[in-house]
């Protein structure tokens, strides 16, 4: 199976989310559009796949990504103030 991103269009229909979960779970990225340009997304708790969206935007690994949690609590749990 390619690793190729999966792009977010329209329709965004049930079966489609389905679909771009599966390819978050395996590691791919997903190309998905915000209000100026398109955002390059990956689960956030792969390492591997943090890094593929470093390799295909030519970033420096010092550069920060942005993580999404659906709440507060979940982002607690991540953090590592030691």
Same mark, same amino acid.
């Given at each position: 199976?390619?690793? !190729?991103?999966?792009?977010?269009? #329209? #329709?965004?229909?049930?079966?489609?989310?389905?679909?771009?979960?599966?390819? +978050?779970?395996?590691?791919?990225?997903?190309?998905f559009?915000?209000e100026?340009?398109?955002?390059?997304? !990956?689960?956030?708790?792969?390492?591997? !796949?943090?890094?593929?969206?470093?390799?295909?935007?030519?970033? #420096?690994?010092?550069? #920060?990504?942005?993580?999404?949690? !659906?709440?507060?609590?979940?982002?607690?749990?991540? +953090?590592?103030?030691?």
């Open positions: 199976e390619a690793e !190729a991103a999966v792009i977010l269009r #329209p #329709p965004h229909e049930d079966e489609r989310f389905q679909s771009l979960g599966q390819h +978050l779970r395996k590691g791919h990225l997903v190309a559009p915000t100026t340009v398109y955002g390059l997304g !990956a689960n956030g708790l792969d390492a591997t !796949a943090v890094l593929k969206i470093f390799t295909a935007k030519g970033r #420096p690994l010092t550069d #920060p990504c942005i993580l999404h949690v !659906a709440h507060a609590a979940d982002a607690l749990k991540l +953090l590592d103030l030691d």
